[in-house]
């Protein structure tokens, strides 16, 4: 398990916090979601009752969403870090074509591609 | 990818799933032209246009002494052309889209299928309204009479002598076939005194594959060398489905791509006909 300085867990602020305590909080929270998200996960799959097994995975994928909002979020307030975010996509995405692999930008919406289909 | 405005549509992530498989597998078993011709891209749904470069020469030439321009090879002619956005739509009931086990699938592969088809006609005929060539009607192709294909050796001896006009025009490299559906079925016969299948025969002089099509209409058949440096095609946005909105409680999507094929050296395609 991480161990995030968790900025204001028990006192709130007197004070609206400045934009890094903002940022460093949203860091925090994206840090949970993933967290629970990893707890969710082994839960449902875990878990045998049909119901429960369907209720922790819709928890676990609202998670995912959350994830998301956070990291627009987080590009939103730090435009710096969200340069660094793309250029970590651009490598991979590199990564990928010297492999051969089609990169999602290739790919439809589901991430499905007709291509080429030349053997 | 906001313009597919999937996020406006009421479909679960498992019902996008088996939409978009349906659709990739539907188009992967129909699609004729990708199975020979090199792909490019997809460059981005955003491309509208490409460049088609026709060469000076269609006999590459070489020389000795370094001091004659004439034998330069450049490109004699560059014009853009447009890539063609193929769509059909297809409707979703309310009821289908509450259903979540896949009903209303059966849609999405019909309007894959005519996308797909839709294509392969703008690879073999072009689309003249968009003045894009096709294989059949790019100006400079060898044409070539066709014979009578329930006879004899004729099948054997067309796509020789394709060859030949091919081969004499500078072309090399791999080669297809493609034949029309009827003239798939006169190559399924014994050919006499060898034992062997005509379509065999035939198969052996094409390493680029051999394919049937629906698209191409009845006794013709076309061979031609498949490098890119011949023919390609481009590809902006692959196959792939939007949402359109609701109407009366039901559902319009689009299955769409955008795609055109270059032809680069029409003196690489031989049609028989």
């Known amino acids: 398990m991480p161990n995030m300085p968790a900025p204001f867990v028990a006192t709130l602020p007197k004070d609206k916090v400045t ?35 369907a209720v ?57 591609t007709v291509g080429s289909l030349k053997d | 990818m906001r313009y597919l405005m999937r996020d406006g549509a009421p479909l679960t992530d498992s019902q996008w799933g088996q939409i978009d498989a349906a659709v990739v597998q539907k188009a992967k078993e129909t699609l004729v032209g990708r199975r020979f011709l090199t792909l490019v891209g997809p460059v981005g749904a955003s491309t509208q246009n490409v460049h088609l470069d026709t060469l000076s020469d269609n006999h590459p030439a070489a020389d000795f002494w370094g001091d004659n321009d004439e034998s330069q090879i450049r490109v004699k002619d560059r014009r853009f052309v447009n890539l063609a956005a ?21 849609a999405a592969i019909d309007a894959a299928m005519a996308v797909a088809r839709r294509e392969d006609d703008v690879v073999f005929h072009g689309l003249k309204e968009m003045d894009i060539d096709g294989v059949f009607t790019a100006e400079g192709v060898n044409r070539l009479k066709i014979g009578d294909w329930n006879k004899g050796e004729a099948p054997l001896q067309d796509v020789v002598k394709a060859i030949e006009v091919l081969v004499g025009g500078g072309a090399s490299g791999q080669r297809a076939l493609v034949v029309s559906s009827d003239l798939w079925g006169k190559l399924h016969r014994i050919q006499a005194g ?18 049937s099509s629906t698209r191409i209409g009845e006794n013709k058949a076309v061979l031609l060398y498949t490098d890119p440096h011949n023919i390609d095609l481009v590809v902006g946005q692959d196959l792939t489905t939007a949402y359109l909105g609701n109407e009366q409680l039901d559902h319009i999507f689009r299955v769409f791509e955008t795609v055109v094929p270059r032809v680069k050296r029409p003196r690489a395609i031989a049609v028989l006909e």
């Open chain 1, 19 to 53: 934009k890094y305590d903002l940022i460093q909080a949203v860091r925090a929270d994206i840090v949970g979601e993933l967290e629970a998200i990893y707890l969710y996960d082994a839960h449902a799959n875990a878990a045998a009752d049909p119901v429960a097994k």
């Open chain 1, 56 to 112: 922790l995975a819709d928890i676990r994928d609202e998670e995912r969403v959350h994830v998301g909002e956070l990291f627009t979020l987080l590009k939103y307030l730090d435009p710096k870090e969200a340069e660094h975010l793309a250029d970590g996509e651009t490598e991979v995405r590199e990564v990928m074509e010297s492999l051969g692999i089609a990169t999602n930008d290739d790919a439809g919406a589901g991430g499905l």
């Open chain 2, 86 to 106: 193929i769509y059909s739509d297809f409707r979703m009931s309310w009821r289908d889209v509450e259903n979540e086990r896949g009903a209303g699938v059966q």
């Open chain 2, 194 to 211: 060898t034992g062997i299948m005509e379509v065999d025969r035939v198969r052996s002089l094409v390493n680029g594959g051999l394919f």
